[in-house]
């Protein structure tokens, strides 16, 4: 089983950007999916994009076009998401995510704050 490990996150202004990055650690195997959840204090996490081994991506309906998640080919076992105009609505801690078909597991967390 992998471990995930994020960075990236920080302090932005509204309208702003951030990129996040996941590293897995061992190797993984078989189809898989990897993706961003984030959790907003006091709220559920949701997901927010996930993109496969076969590098089919879905997002969230309020990325509203604002979020890209990739997976280079280099380097199978890091993912990215790169946010763009940041909303204080998108401030939560964003996790890491990998599912295969033996096991999930979730990153640490890193912290997103908007805000002016």
């Known amino acids: 089983q992998v471990q995930l490990a994020e960075s990236g996150g920080g302090l932005v202004q509204p309208g702003g950007s951030l990129t996040l990055s996941c590293e897995a650690s061992g190797s993984i195997f078989g189809f898989n999916v990897m993706g961003w959840y984030r959790q907003a204090p006091g709220k559920s996490r949701e997901m927010v994009a996930t993109i496969t081994s076969t590098r089919t991506s879905v997002y969230a309906d309020f990325v509203r076009g604002r979020f890209t998640i990739s997976r280079p080919y280099a380097d199978d076992n890091a993912v990215y998401l790169q946010m763009n105009s940041l909303e204080p609505d998108d401030t939560a801690v964003y996790y890491c995510?990998?599912?295969?078909?033996?096991?999930?597991?979730w990153g640490p967390g890193t912290q997103v704050t908007v805000s002016s």
């Open positions: 995510k990998i599912q295969t078909r033996e096991y999930e597991s």
